[in-house]
């Protein structure tokens, strides 16, 4: 029988710097197995992307999964060029029935090797597999620095992130370097039997994308060629961010609220994996050498270490930053679900000008600038006095960089349930008239949004 291993891509969709791809490589190098590479359409995706939450809405908005469609497309054209092709699934892979009793029959299945997500629902999905007697390793790579590099366990990992930041400056530890692709023609898999397995997935995800209708007002046109999903979008957008001034201005740019320069627009790339932290990092390095360092190119940096953060935070806490209450000590009595509340705040009827417009851009386009997404999160636990898992689900739908980490962390964080050791609605209170007053002065963002010119009608 043929030895196979199967790299099985989660949020790590690139060849480059792909640590776990190039340990499945090696695997299949040292053992003579062929390679085959997956991709699961699962809840958040694909023909099951309409599943409603227990809320009532789709978990993965139309918007988000035609950007994974480009990163698909991308994905599989830089695997072509080593006669490789990706075999997409629908739905979980251990239950894929059909395939497994073709696998077994035909090969002899060494391992599949992943990305390690320390995410409740992902982590499932690694035990859903093992719980089938099959292999899995999976690699933790999404991170600019490595844990094992920490002179700390991250079980005792300082909770505040201010204290964490500072841990890590003294600490001068060093960021993961990206690594070079090994991917081979060598370990090419020829088996067309294997097409039938995801012929229908295709068809499927271009219904949904039917009616789907682009707003040029997007401060983040994913449909247009520089902002398109995928690797080669994502290195032409690395270049171009930094080829400029651009990293010089970010700290004062970063709290606009419209545009497609005011920050990095990394966020969907990072998301996807289609770019990695310690790409950009690279970039950010390069840029400094040539350009001198700033208060803004830190804080490019010190964004990022925020991201790590969060991630950090899932291993030390996993499960427990779930729950109703977080990580509160006592616990707390969450307001019941008021779906007319709801209604006025996803369907920008709150009567409240910035919060309006801004829920408005996030169901036409997907996108969302990092203050106004404070805002609305903080108009619905406040003055709606929503459940704030409510507002992480909506945003996990409708967010074309929806990263489980950093919007599970944020929305924690926001509502004073994560490290913050001021409590439940604690002190992170955004006065909508204020901060339009300060980031809206003219009203020009209020009006650009002001009309519902996307027909995009998101369930």
């Known amino acids: 029988m043929k030895k196979l291993i199967i790299y099985w891509f989660r949020n ?44 009532g809405f789709v978990r993965c908005s139309a918007h988000r999964q035609e950007f994974l469609r480009d990163t698909i497309f991308d994905l599989r054209h830089q695997l072509n060029q080593y006669d490789i092709d990706l075999l997409e699934l629908d739905g979980d892979l251990s239950a894929q029935t059909e395939l497994w009793a073709y696998l077994w029959q035909y090969y002899e299945l060494k391992m ?12 499932a999905q690694i035990k859903s597999l ?53 991917l081979s023609k060598s370990f090419a898999l020829h088996d067309s039997n294997l097409h039938k397995f995801s012929a229908q997935v295709h068809v499927n995800l271009d219904d949904n994308f039917e009616h789907l209708v682009r707003d040029e007002r997007s401060s983040f046109p994913y449909w247009t060629p520089a902002f398109r999903g995928g690797s080669q979008a994502a ?58 360092k700033s208060d803004s190119s830190y804080w490019i940096w010190f964004e990022l270490l925020w991201r790590d953060y969060f991630r950090f935070l899932h291993i030390k806490y996993g499960a427990e930053l779930y729950r109703a209450s977080g990580l509160a000590k006592t616990p707390v ?23 309006d417009a801004a829920m408005r851009e996030l169901k036409c386009t997907g996108y969302l600038s990092n203050r106004l997404r404070q805002q609305v999160m903080s108009y619905w636990l406040h003055e709606l006095s929503g459940d704030w898992r409510v507002a992480a689900v909506w945003f996990e739908s409708q967010l074309l960089d929806y990263d489980v980490y950093s919007n599970q962390g944020n929305c924690l964080y926001l509502a004073g349930l994560g490290t913050d050791p001021r409590g439940y609605l604690g002190g992170r209170w955004f006065d909508p008239q204020k901060q339009a007053k300060q980031h809206d002065p003219d009203g020009t963002y209020r009006q650009l949004w002001s009309a519902l010119e996307c027909t995009l009608r998101i369930p």
């Open 333 to 355: 009595t969450l307001p019941e679900f008021n779906e007319p509340q709801f209604q006025a705040w996803t369907q920008s009827q709150t009567g409240e000008p910035l919060v």
């Open 235 to 292: 290195s032409q957008h690395l270049q171009r961010y930094f080829s400029g001034d651009l990293a010089h201005h970010y700290k004062q740019t970063r709290n606009q609220l419209y545009g497609v320069d005011f920050s990095t627009k990394f966020s969907p790339w990072l998301a996807s994996g289609a770019l990695s932290a310690p790409q950009i990092i690279v970039a950010l390095r390069q840029f400094e050498d040539a350009q001198g």
């Open 112 to 123: 599949i090797v992943c990305e390690e997500i320390a995410a409740p629902e992902e982590m």
């Open 130 to 182: 093992q719980a089938l007697k099959l292999p899995v390793q999976s690699i933790w790579q999404s991170t600019m620095y490595e844990s094992a590099d920490f002179d700390f366990e991250l079980t005792q990992m300082l909770d505040q992130f201010t204290t964490f930041r500072h841990k890590i400056e003294k600490g001068a530890y060093q960021i993961r370097q990206p690594a070079l692709c090994v």
């Open 12 to 55: 790590d969709l690139r060849v480059d710097d792909n640590p776990a791809l190039n340990h499945a490589c090696a695997l299949a190098e040292r053992t003579g197995a062929a390679l085959l590479t997956v991709f699961c359409h699962t809840f958040a995706y694909g023909t099951l992307g309409a599943s409603q939450t227990k809320w």
